[in-house]
Antibody, heavy 121, light 107 residues
Framework: QVQLMQSGAEVKEPGASVKVSCKAS????????MHWVRQAPGQGLEWMGW????????HYAQKFQGRVTMTRDTSLSTGYMELSRLRSDDTAVYYC??????????????WGQGTLVTVSS | EIVLTQSPATLSLSPGERATLSCRAS??????LAWYQQKPGQAPRLLLY???SRATGIPARFSGSGSGTDFTLTISSLEPEDFALYYC?????????FGGGTRVEIK
């Protein structure tokens, strides 16, 4: 079965960077886009962007342009999301999610368990 | 960016009742809308996509309708496990956005 296993919780100081990993199993990693979505405490869902695991191509929400970098290692079937210049309002649970359809970056049919990133001095 | 407005914010119903959730888009998203369910401490789960297509393993009591700017998620008869948060999400353009959510709670 499809599984997305994320790295553990992080505590970072303002201004630092964080890198979250997402290891995929149970499907062909290169066939499906990987997205990142975050959720601040008690708040709704916010889409951050996607990476095409085949090409490494990315598309980021404008809000995160210049601060977010999504990469992947196809040999490990793992995606990564790095967010820099962290602020307190970046405190959130960060999810990776798999696109529903082969070769298309739409909708999310499998999700990781989430990684809590806390930004605090 | 497209704003999705969900209503009501909270729906208080009893098991066995019918739930009707609304999602309105600030501009047309054609039929490119999905619904997700989220329970406390869990990741969201895809219920419906393209407005009315059920995702794998989703029970038939969940149905969706609508196109353009107005969409509805209907749960025909609430089961105890259906009390949760529900989000809509469009895919017509970038950025993908979600609605603010509707909480279905036990009355």
């Amino acid at each position: 079965q499809v599984q997305l296993m994320q790295s553990g919780a992080e505590v970072k100081e303002p201004g630092a960077s964080v890198k979250v990993s997402c290891k995929a199993s149970g499907y062909t990693f290169t066939g499906y886009y990987m997205h990142w979505v975050r959720q601040a405490p008690g708040q709704g869902l916010e889409w951050m962007g996607w990476i095409n695991p085949t090409t490494g191509g990315t598309h980021y929400a404008q809000k995160f342009q210049g601060r977010v970098t999504m990469t992947r290692d196809t040999s490990l079937s793992t995606g990564y999301m790095e967010l820099s210049r962290l602020r307190s309002d970046d405190t959130a649970v960060y999810y990776c999610a798999k696109s529903r359809t082969w070769g298309e970056p739409y909708y999310f049919d499998s999700w990781g368990q989430g990684t809590l990133v806390t930004v605090s001095s | 960016e497209i704003v999705l407005t969900q209503s009501p914010a909270t729906l208080s119903l009893s098991p066995g009742e019918r739930a009707t959730l609304s999602c309105r888009a600030s501009q047309s998203v054609s039929s490119y809308l999905a619904w997700y369910q989220q329970k406390p401490g869990q990741a969201p789960r895809l219920l419906l996509y393209d407005a009315s297509s059920r995702a794998t393993g989703i029970p038939a009591r969940f149905s969706g309708s609508g196109s353009g700017t107005d969409f509805t998620l209907t749960i025909s008869s609430l089961e105890p496990e259906d009390f949760a948060l529900y989000y809509c999400q469009h895919r017509i353009n970038w950025p993908l956005t979600f609605g603010g959510g509707t909480r279905v709670e036990i009355k």
